[in-house]
């Protein structure tokens, strides 16, 4: 099996590192990260300029390679480059969780997102951080416990893993969307210039079953996504309303204007 591992933190990021040792025990490895950190990229992609893809050295015992991208440049280009068939791409691990409305700007996840566009399998790893220093053993034991459950084969999946600093056990769950206050915080600099900050704090609490109530319990949460973002209830509803007949569920049909 060949594994491509990626990541928005960057080459130089521990969590790259201990994700590319645990996939070391599943296949064979090739690293493809961001010269520099590119958290909360989101699915950004480079269209107006070259890209460079260099050996990184600093991961010896992998084939590894620096792009100046995107995650999912780095995912692209990565697929691309290799002369075999990518079976697999991992994403991470991302030092700061990816739960509930994250997955929207979340580089981490992005790259995950790129590689199943391509038809590839992924799944984005992500893990709480504060005060502590992770434990990447205890998180590699983590990871290795998924990626047992996950690699079944079959049709290419992607899924959204978050990992606790000590796992009570693996919930499946569904992602957390709640809204936020969404503020601009106003600030100074040393230099007197006024700035702002953009706050990101949820309006309720975490619903049972999702994403973030699993983490709240110390449990890893694993959220199969997917690429579809089409609000299937609403447009039952709209075909429905103007189409009521016994075929209102074809495609195909238009609103005339």
Same mark, same amino acid.
């Given at each position: 099996?060949?594994?491509?591992?990626?990541?928005?933190?960057?080459?130089?990021?521990?969590?790259? =590192?201990?994700?590319?040792?645990? !996939?070391?025990?599943?296949?064979?490895?090739?690293? #493809?990260?961001?010269?520099?950190?590119?958290?909360?990229?989101?699915?950004?992609?480079?269209?107006?300029? &070259?890209?460079?893809?260099?050996?990184?050295?600093? $991961? =010896?015992?992998?084939?590894?390679? *620096?792009?100046?991208? %995107?995650?999912?440049?780095?995912? !692209? $280009?990565g697929i691309s480059q290799w002369d075999k068939d990518v079976d697999l791409v991992l994403s991470g /691990?991302? $030092?700061? @969780?990816?739960?509930?409305?994250?997955?929207?700007?979340?580089?981490?996840?992005?790259?995950? =997102?790129? !590689?199943? @566009?391509?038809? +590839?399998?992924? /799944?984005?790893?992500? %893990?709480? +951080?504060?005060?502590?220093?992770?434990?990447?053993?205890?998180?590699?034991?983590? +990871?290795?416990? +998924?990626?047992?459950?996950?690699? =079944?084969?079959?049709?290419?999946?992607?899924?959204? #893993?978050?990992?606790?600093?000590?796992?009570?056990?693996?919930?499946?769950?569904?992602?957390?969307?709640?809204?936020?206050?969404?503020?601009?915080?106003? !600030?100074?600099?040393?230099?007197?210039?006024?700035?702002?900050?953009?706050?990101?704090?949820?309006?309720?609490?975490?619903?049972?079953?999702?994403?973030?109530?699993?983490?709240?319990?110390?449990?890893?949460? /694993?959220?199969? @996504?997917?690429?579809?973002?089409?609000?299937?209830?609403?447009?039952?509803?709209? *075909?429905?309303?103007?189409? &009521?007949?016994?075929?209102?569920?074809? %495609?195909?049909?238009?609103?005339? @204007?």
């Open positions: 099996m060949r594994i491509l591992v990626s990541n928005d933190d960057g080459i130089y990021s521990p969590g790259l =590192k201990a994700l590319a040792e645990v !996939a070391r025990s599943f296949g064979d490895v090739r690293v #493809v990260a961001p010269d520099v950190e590119q958290s909360s990229m989101g699915h950004a992609i480079t269209a107006n300029r &070259p890209l460079d893809y260099r050996p990184a050295p600093i $991961l =010896k015992e992998f084939a590894a390679f *620096r792009v100046n991208g %995107t995650p999912a440049d780095c995912v !692209a $280009l /691990i991302n $030092l700061g @969780l990816n739960l509930g409305n994250s997955v929207w700007h979340s580089g981490t996840v992005a790259a995950a =997102k790129q !590689a199943l @566009l391509l038809g +590839v399998g992924a /799944i984005a790893f992500s %893990t709480e +951080v504060g005060d502590e220093k992770p434990d990447f053993e205890n998180l590699k034991q983590q +990871v290795t416990a +998924v990626l047992k459950l996950l690699m =079944k084969g079959g049709e290419p999946h992607l899924y959204n #893993v978050n990992l606790p600093r000590r796992s009570r056990g693996i919930a499946w769950t569904k992602q957390s969307a709640r809204s936020y206050d969404g503020k601009m915080v106003a !600030a100074t600099d040393p230099m007197g210039r006024r700035h702002f900050w953009f706050t990101v704090v949820p309006l309720t609490g975490p619903e049972p079953g999702t994403d973030r109530w699993a983490l709240e319990h110390g449990e890893t949460s /694993i959220t199969p @996504l997917r690429l579809d973002l089409t609000d299937q209830t609403e447009l039952d509803r709209l *075909r429905l309303l103007h189409y &009521p007949t016994p075929d209102n569920s074809k %495609t195909g049909q238009s609103e005339r @204007l």
